[in-house]
Nanobody
Framework: VQLQASGGGLVQAGGSLRLSCAAS????????LGWFRQAPGKERKFVAA????????SYADSVKGRFTISRDNTKNTVYLQMNSLKPEDTAVYYC????????????????WGQGTQVTVSS
């Protein structure tokens, strides 16, 4: 499975961005997809995840109410709508897929995209 993340950029605090993660290759399995982020000098952390059907989602406390994850399986694409962005949201955002149930741990994910930079200015 290959993952291509896109949509990052520079935005002012309070603004919005929508990230996309397009999957290709052997995507026939019912995988869940997660977003993680890594700020400079910090560890990579869980942001959000969504089940194959889209019926189940999970968010980190720091983004609840501001970020929305969704997916379009006809396009093999998952989206992360980010609203009310804060400077502390600045990070490289990575998407990854897993066939397992533990969405919060990096080691549960099998394939990773290359990351897209999100910078929020104050």
């Amino acid at each position: 499975v290959q993952l291509q993340a896109s949509g990052g950029g520079l935005v002012q605090a309070g603004g919005s961005l929508r990230l996309s993660c397009a999957a290709s290759g052997r995507t026939g399995s019912s995988y869940a997809l997660g977003w993680f982020r890594q700020a400079p000098g910090k560890e990579r952390k869980f942001v959000a995840a969504i089940s194959w059907s889209g019926g189940s989602t999970s968010y980190a406390d720091s983004v609840k109410g501001r970020f929305t994850i969704s997916r379009d399986n006809t396009k093999n694409t998952v989206y992360l709508q980010m609203n009310s962005l804060k400077p502390e949201d600045t990070a490289v955002y990575y998407c990854a897929v897993t066939l397992r149930d533990n969405w919060y741990a990096m080691f549960e994910y099998d394939y990773w995209g290359q990351g897209t930079q999100v910078t929020v200015s104050s």
